[in-house]
């Protein structure tokens, strides 16, 4: 198996000086070239499962295995995309995208292959732009094509088009979506959104929360692009609306407890 998550937990102490479980044993296995996603609602642990992949973040217990290696700490088979676009205002975008590779080969290369990825983002045109004249879509664009630039074996991805508008999430998900057909990258996103699950997963992991812990693995047998399949897609939705909704509740719960205690 590509990637193996075996009994991945993750305890950490809080406010109170008590245990909380982020995440309690997590078990999962990605195979190369599948889009897998990691859903739920907020506290579940998402994004610190997807810190531990990147080697980011050390588990409490459990091991994590990539192509049979184990995961002890960052490493460059391993590119991450984070909710902010996080570039260098005083470099150009095409500098942007060849950061990374500043020590991996000549400024040539590096510079025919953020092309390569600029251009599979469609921002070709922008290359000699700074960030800051770049919109917060274009800008997201950038920090993909550089991630790619770095060859990752897989791709992390945490709630990438979260601060964006609706309609231009929606033109990210057409791009992200032609980028993985094309370079058969194996992605693992995390997100709230089920309608951005559904439209690009080979799978969904649906997460609860109080402690992680996974719900329910849904497969997604459905061709691409996915505007034809809307019916059969429906009844996912719902599926995974019911599985979520005891875990939102907990949550709100919470928050409402919180609130009161003040």
Known sequence: MFLTINNVSKQFENRENKTETVLDEINLQVKEGEFVSILGPSGCGKSTLLSIVAGLTKQTSGQLFLQDKEIKGPGKERGMVFQQAALFPWLSVEENVMFPLRKEMSKKDAQARAHKYLSMVQLSPYAKHSPHEL????????????????????????????????????????????VFLETKKTILFVTHSIHEALKLS?????????????????????????EQAREELLTYEERIKGLLKTEIDKVIAKEQQYATSR
């Open 202 to 226: 080979d799978r969904i992991v649906v997460m609860g929360t109080q402690p992680g812990r996974i719900l329910d693995i849904i497969e997604l047998d459905f061709p691409r692009p996915r």
């Open 135 to 178: 919109s917060g879509g274009m800008q997201q664009r950038v920090s993909i094509a550089r991630a790619l630039a770095m060859d990752p074996a897989l791709l992390l991805m945490d709630e990438p088009f979260g601060a964006l508008d609706e309609q231009t999430r929606a033109r990210l998900h057409e791009v992200l979506e032609e």
